[in-house]
């Protein structure tokens, strides 16, 4: 699993491409907890084109952020999912948790 993270005017979006799952919660949990830190940031995107599996360990991650970030006011925004990681959001009823974007 690669993360990148890009910062833009208010916004700050953490791509990341391959596999989403409990090997990468430190670094993803690392990302994310720098960018609610910073005040320049309002909101956070997470790309998610590029990620051909997602597990019950990412969709957990994505909870905690999504947790972390209300506690500051930055809301979160899921980006470009498709194939397995846009099913497995859709069956964990993710668009009722998540501003879910595509063709950003």
Known sequence: MAIDIQVRDRSARIAMSGRFDFEVHRDF???YMTLLDKPAVHEIEVEMSKVDYLDSAALGMLML???????VN?????????GVASQVMEVANFSKIFIIRTGC
């Open 29 to 31: 949990k690392n990302v």
């Open 65 to 71: 952020l999504h947790d972390r970030a209300k506690e």
């Open 74 to 82: 930055k809301p979160v925004v899921l980006l470009n999912a498709s």
